[in-house]
């Protein structure tokens, strides 16, 4: 299964919650605080915080697909 | 554990639904929500809505289709009326009951009201829409309360041309929560900005015609927003047994009782990171409490080395003006208030703050939010105040 990560720098506010649980896969501008996405199929090791920085963000500015590629 | 109820269906229900479908529960699982929306997102709501600069769809907290693999059993519109921890069951306002084996109550709190027919209140999309349609050049806004809330609310006024008179009763707006010398910097802000700022005053009537005074003295307005804090939405477990003190309490687990969790704004918990009980109405506690709350449910009493106490470091964050405030930890209570970085009247600072002898928070205005991550850390160690903050730092408080 691959996961596709999306995000909508529009709605982020710069909490950077992403950050503190998935730093391999979130980063912020270093101006703004603004998200910035470092992968965006992050391996299979990494889902698990991947799926607790979207739930955790505060602007529900992280989107995920899971992709079952044929 | 086959059936597990939320009741809640905003930021700390969902967070709880996602978190108890990750860890596994595979049950019937029931959300119950009072109001006919579902999952929407309330920060924006002083922000961006009452701006107009978003439109209501943006609010989702979540795409349809991510809702609908939750598989839940939504009943929205109808408000929990009644719970019974023994017979494991809650009764809804319309009279139908629901049994549960696991309960979160995650049913928020509401705007407290003064006296007077007419004021807005601004938590729900319906009441932003309401106040939206009513603000703009050549109006007059009164809000009463110079919180975050009441501030923001203030700022987009202004920015929309709107008049505002803003009263707080406070002689100081904030300073209960950010400290005197700090809430004065953030006070400044609304008088550059041209709000006819009001401190010190007590309010007794605020209706749809204006403000009036302990003296005596009525502020006319187009329109009048109560922005004067919440209640915590805990009558209906009134006679369930439940310890009900502003807030439903809980304890370092989130349980209020066997099988029964608190989440979000509505819950009390003891904080084990402070060592005090805490109720927080800061969006990013609704979600790591419901996440909290949902694994903590999930764990039987025999396994209770896998709970996890909830020991979060708080957050929040308000937009106003050009101003972005960020503030991680405790700050309430504290005995000492340091400016760490920037200075105060050039609002671009961080200033810390200590809570006996160590690192209770810090705040931040205008400062590139990574700056903050930094202390963030040191709040989470319960670094020493000796060690996180020099000796040279300026004591403002």
């Given at each position: 299964m691959t996961m596709q990560v999306e995000v909508d720098e529009s709605k982020c506010i710069a909490a950077g919650q992403c950050v503190l649980s998935a730093p391999e896969v979130f980063d912020q501008r270093d101006e703004d605080g603004i998200?910035?996405?470092?992968?965006?199929?992050?391996?299979?090791?990494?889902?698990?915080?991947?799926?607790?920085?979207a739930g955790l963000c505060p602007a529900a500015a992280i989107r995920l697909a899971e992709l079952v590629e044929g | 554990m086959s059936r597990i109820l939320v009741v809640g269906a905003s930021a700390a229900g969902l967070a709880a639904a996602e978190t108890l479908r990750r860890e596994g529960f595979d049950g019937e699982l029931t959300l119950v929500g009072d109001e006919p929306h579902a999952f929407y997102d309330r920060p924006p709501l002083s922000k961006q809505i009452l701006a107009s600069q978003w439109e209501p769809g943006k609010l989702a907290l979540r795409p349809p289709?991510?809702?609908?693999?939750?598989?839940?059993?939504?009943?929205?519109?109808?408000?929990?009326?009644?719970?019974?921890?023994?017979?494991?069951?809650?009764?809804?306002?319309?009279?139908?009951?629901?049994?549960?084996?696991?309960?979160i109550v995650a049913t928020g709190v509401r705007p407290r009201r003064l006296p007077g027919e007419g004021a807005h209140a601004l938590r729900t999309l319906g009441d932003?829409?309401?106040?939206?349609?009513?603000?703009g050049r050549g109006r007059r806004l009164a809000v009463v309360g110079a919180g975050f809330l009441g501030s923001e609310a203030a700022a987009v006024a202004r920015g929309l041309g709107a008049e505002v008179v803003l009263v707080e009763p406070a002689p100081v707006p904030l300073a209960h929560a950010v400290g005197t010398e700090v809430g004065r910097v953030l006070t400044q802000a609304h008088l550059d900005h041209g709000v006819d700022l009001r401190t010190g005053v007590a309010v007794v009537e605020a209706g749809g015609g204006g403000v009036r005074l302990a003296d005596g003295e009525l502020i006319d307005a187009d329109e009048v927003l109560v922005a004067v804090g919440s209640v915590p939405n805990t009558e209906w477990l009134a006679g369930s047994g439940l310890t009900l003190a502003d807030g439903l309490v809980c304890d370092e687990y989130c349980a209020a009782a066997?099988?029964?969790?608190?989440?979000?704004?509505?819950?009390?918990?003891?904080?084990?990171?402070?060592?005090?009980?805490?109720?927080?109405?800061?969006?990013?506690?609704?979600?790591?409490?419901?996440m909290a709350a949902a694994r903590n449910l999930l764990r039987p009493d025999a396994e209770a080395e896998a709970r996890r106490?909830?020991?979060?470091?708080?957050?929040?964050?308000?937009?106003?003006?050009?101003?972005?405030i960020q503030a991680y930890g405790y700050l309430r209570g504290h005995d000492e208030i340091a400016v760490v970085d920037g200075d105060l009247s050039g609002r671009r600072f961080v200033a810390a703050y200590r809570t006996g002898d160590h690192l209770a928070g810090a705040l931040a205005v205008g400062m590139p939010p990574k700056a903050l991550l930094s202390w963030r850390r040191a709040v989470a160690s319960r670094a020493a105040w000796s060690e996180a903050v020099p000796s040279t730092a300026s004591v403002v408080g």
């Open positions: 998200v910035v996405l470092l992968e965006q199929r992050p391996g299979a090791e990494l889902h698990e915080v991947v799926r607790e920085a | 289709a991510d809702l609908e693999a939750l598989g839940l059993d939504l009943r929205l519109g109808v408000a929990a009326a009644g719970l019974d921890p023994a017979g494991r069951t809650v009764r809804l306002a319309d009279g139908s009951e629901l049994r549960y084996d696991g309960l932003a829409l309401v106040l939206r349609d009513r603000l066997p099988g029964v969790y608190g989440a979000g704004d509505v819950a009390r918990w003891h904080n084990p990171l402070f060592d005090v009980p805490m109720r927080i109405e800061h969006r990013t506690n609704a979600a790591e409490m419901g106490p909830f020991a979060p470091v708080p957050y929040f964050w308000s937009d106003q003006y050009d101003m972005k």
